[in-house]
């Protein structure tokens, strides 16, 4: 049954889509403030809502990896998200990587076919007093807005700096100097791999190291997330550091030789038809016109056309540990709920279970109901967990991993403790779901 109530949602971004479609589901009249299509942040670039902006891989689909699990959790309780990446799901090995257009199109017409939202096209710069909100504005939030939260929050606020990796068409790639394969596998795989010899290598890391970088402004002070760290900023803690990290070769045989290359790019594709290839952890600030000149010092791009080159974008998220109750609502505003990065948690699949936990805590405070959160020994439960880890002086956003889970408790060897994590996680999560009223949106798998 319908209720008159509303809820407010700011942001209809991963965050806030998920947020709405699940305090929807359970009758709450949503009304979902975007300022698209009048008003585009630096990282967007389409109307529509849902938009990636940076990779279109939202990483392991192993229910047995910590995202996988997540994943999992997340369909289990009828994710949106979720529905629209297998809807559009194309080839990338063990991932699951989406056509980002096709996917944000998927869930933009999920919302707008769901008769208790409203979309509201503003800009809001002042956060509502009264009644519940949930703030899923994601890491670009500035201006007037970013300012209040910083005041409600009664600290400052936090930022770091992400950075997006170039696109090249496949067409333009020299397969003379390329070759299909996955990692530890003969037979043609989903990625495509430009190997460099060691003489190549030098070359490029030589350019890489030198090349020139955007400038940041005279206040702005860079603070990288360790996970995406640009390719540069990489390169300058050693030779080798690429190496073990975006351009490593191993489990590789350039079919060419017959052996290993010295050093490998991967490229992925970022559509269905595979028209279009992403630089597989090549995040980068460089300058476009440096971009070109050493991106193209790789034989197999030489000659590639980029359809977007790499750029770097203001993420800002809040303190959580100190600003967030234990149900994601501010301590000093405790109507308004917060979603998505800006919370803290980083990543996509991160950032859409953030809003299904902030949309279905929304509706049942509206249904005067304060159910309990998923224990920490789930994917969901341990994002929370980490939100509130009020031992860590220096709060980072955090994708999930097993780290974050509460402990096994028996050792086990490490091949086997990823499916330990992942049985342990989906019993506690189904439940958890049966205690709070859920039916699983599907049959659990086996693991």
């Not at 063990?94 to 409203?118: G, H, M, N, S, Y």
């Not at 809040?318 to 800006?342: H, M, S, Y």
């Not at 949309?359 to 967990?385: C, D, E, N």
Request: net charge neutral; hydrophobic share 45%.
């Amino acid at each position: 049954m319908a209720m008159e109530t509303e809820l407010t949602i700011i942001g209809a971004g991963l965050a806030g889509c998920e947020a709405a479609l699940m305090a929807a589901r359970l009758g709450v009249m949503v009304e979902l403030w975007e300022m698209k299509p009048r008003h585009l942040t630096p990282a967007h670039n389409s109307p529509l809502l849902g938009e990636l902006v940076c990779s279109n891989s939202l990483r392991s689909a192993d229910p047995t990896s910590a995202v996988g699990l997540l994943k999992l959790e997340m369909s289990l309780m009828g994710s949106a998200v979720t529905r629209a990446a297998e809807a559009t799901r194309v080839p990338a090995g063990k991932a699951l990587a989406v056509d980002r257009e096709r996917f944000a199109a998927v869930l933009d017409q999920a919302v707008r076919d769901e008769p208790c939202i409203t979309i509201v096209n503003r800009r809001v710069e002042r956060l509502p007093e009264h009644g519940p909100v949930i703030l899923a504005t994601g890491p670009l939030t500035d201006g007037p807005l970013a300012a209040e939260l910083a005041r409600l929050a009664g600290t400052d606020h936090l930022h770091f700096y992400d950075a997006i990796a170039p696109i090249v068409t496949a067409e333009s790639v020299d397969m003379d100097h390329a070759f299909w394969a996955d990692r530890y596998s003969d037979a043609p795989g989903d990625y495509l791999n430009c190997p460099l010899s060691q003489q190549e290598y030098a070359a490029f890391y030589a350019a890489l190291t030198t090349a020139e970088q955007v400038p940041l402004r005279d206040f702005e002070k860079p603070k990288f997330f360790e996970g995406c760290l640009p390719i540069e900023v990489m390169a300058g803690r050693g030779e080798k550091t690429l190496l073990f990290g975006p351009m490593k070769p191993v489990g590789l045989t350039d079919p060419r030789t017959g052996q290993r290359p010295f050093a490998a790019l991967q490229l992925r594709k970022e559509d269905a038809a595979g028209r279009l290839l992403n630089m597989v952890g090549f995040q980068t600030k460089l300058t476009h016109r440096a971009q070109l000149e050493v991106f193209r010092l790789i034989p197999a791009l030489a000659h590639a056309e980029f359809v977007r080159l790499g750029s770097i974008h203001r993420n800002s998220f809040i303190d959580a540990p100190r600003v967030l109750r234990p149900d994601l609502r501010l301590k000093t505003a405790e109507n308004i709920l917060v979603a998505g990065q800006l919370s803290g948690v980083e990543g996509y699949v991160e950032s859409s279970a953030s809003g299904m936990l902030c949309g279905w805590l929304a509706a049942m405070g509206l249904l005067g109901q304060s159910p309990a959160l998923p224990p920490p020994t789930t994917a969901m439960g341990a994002l929370v967990h980490h939100l509130q880890d009020t031992a860590s002086k220096h709060f980072q956003p955090m994708n999930v991993n097993f780290g974050l889970f509460s402990a096994l408790e028996k050792r086990y060897p490490k091949k086997q403790r990823g499916r330990q994590y992942a049985k342990r996680a989906l019993n506690d999560f189904l439940s958890w779901l049966e205690s709070v009223g859920l039916t699983p949106a599907h049959r659990p798998p086996e693991l």
